[in-house]
């Protein structure tokens, strides 16, 4: 096991070398924005050597070795592509979406009430419009051929219900506009980066240790879901994948305080 060890950092760079050197011959090239991280990671050999050395002691080896990196280079080039910042922007979009849709269902509500308070006290005019709600879904729904085929025909049965029984378009309009919408997320990771103050470190820390719970499912070509690697380790594929500057490089001891941070943010990946 010890000899195993000592030559982890040897395999491994070779695997990365042949998964760089597949990526780049295939006639099509394959995953260019990984390129530049798989190419640190080979260089800088001898830094990632205890890295190498902590998974082969805890038995990552193979593919589940490769799934672990793959997903480590992919929170480096999400961090480095400004994908967290994109994560913001759209949160705040989505928001200001959610806000005019509503305003603006509202207005409309209030536009169909003036008219129609107008065509009542005026006796000289009428609008061709359609009051049905069935009306309406089956104009909506005539291109398409599963709700022409299967919801039409029940819907015909339900024409015999006269106006009173059904709302009006200013109703269902108003109803839209009062609706609670709430913005979720998929992955605890976006949550904290939509909330977080813009920084690469932490912003990559949220994203790798989601990536790595993600895996972590006991499966066959996933880590076992106890599988933590140390401060260290972690602080080392930060520096390395980020391509830190000396002085912008984080330690065990930095990672012990991203940990706290991000316990007190509620982030429950923070393992």
């Not at 798989?38 to 050999?45: G, H, K, S, Y």
């Not at 000289?124 to 879904?137: A, C, G, Q, S, Y």
């Not at 904290?192 to 499966?219: C, K, M, W």
């Not at 500057?245 to 509620?266: H, S």
Request: aromatic share 8%; net charge negative.
């Amino acid at each position: 096991m010890m000899t195993e060890n000592k030559n982890a950092a040897a395999y491994t760079t070779a695997m990365l070398s042949t998964r760089l050197k597949e990526f780049k011959d295939r006639p099509v090239p394959l995953l260019r924005s990984m390129w530049p991280v798989l190419e640190r990671l080979i260089m800088r050999e001898h830094e990632m050597a205890p890295v190498w050395e902590e998974l082969a002691e805890k038995r990552v080896t193979g593919i589940p070795l490769w799934i672990l990196i793959e997903q480590c280079i992919l929170a480096a080039v999400e961090g480095e592509s400004g994908e967290h910042n994109t994560i913001r922007a759209e949160y705040r979009e989505l928001q200001t979406l959610n806000e005019e849709i509503s305003a603006m269902s509202i207005r409309l509500a209030l536009l169909i009430d003036e008219r129609d308070a107008l065509l009542n006290r005026s006796g000289h005019f009428h609008v061709e419009r359609m009051l049905r709600l069935t009306d309406l879904i089956d104009a909506a729904g005539n291109d398409n051929y599963l709700y022409r085929t299967r919801i039409k025909p029940e819907l015909e049965n339900l024409g015999q219900y006269d106006l009173k029984y059904w709302p009006d378009m200013a109703a269902l309009l108003h109803a839209l506009g009062e609706e609670k919408t709430e913005i979720t997320f998929r992955y605890d990771a976006s949550e904290a980066i939509a909330f977080a103050r813009p920084s690469l470190r932490t912003d990559f820390f949220r994203n790798i240790f989601d990536r790595i719970r993600e895996i972590s499912d006991g499966s066959a070509y996933g880590l076992r879901p106890d599988f933590r690697l140390s401060d260290a380790s972690l602080s080392t594929l930060c520096n390395v994948l980020l391509d830190l500057l000396p002085d912008e490089m984080t330690d065990a001891a930095y990672l012990k305080g991203v940990r706290q941070r991000l316990r007190k943010q509620g982030y429950s990946a923070a393992w």
